[in-house]
């Protein structure tokens, strides 16, 4: 799901961000069956009744990526708007290809990612990452 080369300063907020996502879960990072509770939580949505899946045609490039990362930003703002709760996996491209069988996904498709939906557990941890400072993210010219 990540590139093999993932470095500093990415590696780092994603390891950050992911110690507070579990941990808030009720996984610590020394549980020596974290990587299967991890996998279990992620395999179960979360609990979400829904997942959608997002397939690109395989002869699309970097640019229709963004364009259905867009897109699926929408789609997840107007479930908020319905009183829904989402959660976008990536993890299910670990698993495209059960994925595809089960959903039919002809194989001139790929498998972008899934969103789990569905409505917020009442007594589910609340949980914001870290996140880093929009000065080193972002750079506004002629501000």
């Given at each position: 799901?990540?590139?093999?080369?993932?470095?500093?300063?990415?590696?780092?907020?994603?390891?950050?961000?992911?110690?507070?996502?579990?941990?808030?879960?009720?996984?610590?990072?020394?549980?020596?069956?974290?990587?299967?509770?991890?996998?279990?939580?992620?395999?179960?949505?979360?609990?979400?009744?829904?997942?959608?899946?997002?397939?690109?045609?395989?002869?699309?490039?970097?640019?229709?990526?963004?364009?259905?990362?867009?897109?699926?930003?929408?789609v997840m703002l107007l479930l908020?708007?319905?009183?829904?709760?989402?959660?976008?996996?990536?993890?299910?491209?670990?698993?495209?290809?059960t994925v595809s069988q089960i959903?039919?996904?002809?194989?001139?498709?790929?498998?972008?990612?899934?969103?789990?939906?569905?409505?917020?557990?009442?007594?589910?941890?609340?949980?914001?990452?870290?996140?880093?400072?929009?000065?080193?993210t972002a750079r506004f010219l002629?501000?």
């Open positions: 799901m990540y590139p093999a080369e993932l470095a500093s300063p990415y590696l780092d907020r994603f390891s950050a961000a992911a110690a507070q996502r579990y941990k808030a879960l009720g996984i610590e990072r020394d549980d020596p069956d974290r990587p299967m509770k991890i996998a279990a939580l992620n395999s179960e949505a979360f609990g979400a009744p829904v997942v959608l899946f997002c397939y690109l045609d395989r002869t699309m490039g970097p640019g229709q990526w963004a364009d259905a990362g867009m897109y699926l930003q929408t908020r708007a319905e009183g829904l709760h989402s959660c976008p996996q990536v993890m299910w491209t670990m698993y495209r290809k959903v039919g996904a002809d194989e001139k498709f790929v498998l972008l990612c899934g969103v789990s939906i569905g409505f917020e557990k009442e007594g589910a941890p609340q949980l914001r990452t870290a996140r880093a400072d929009m000065a080193e002629g501000a």
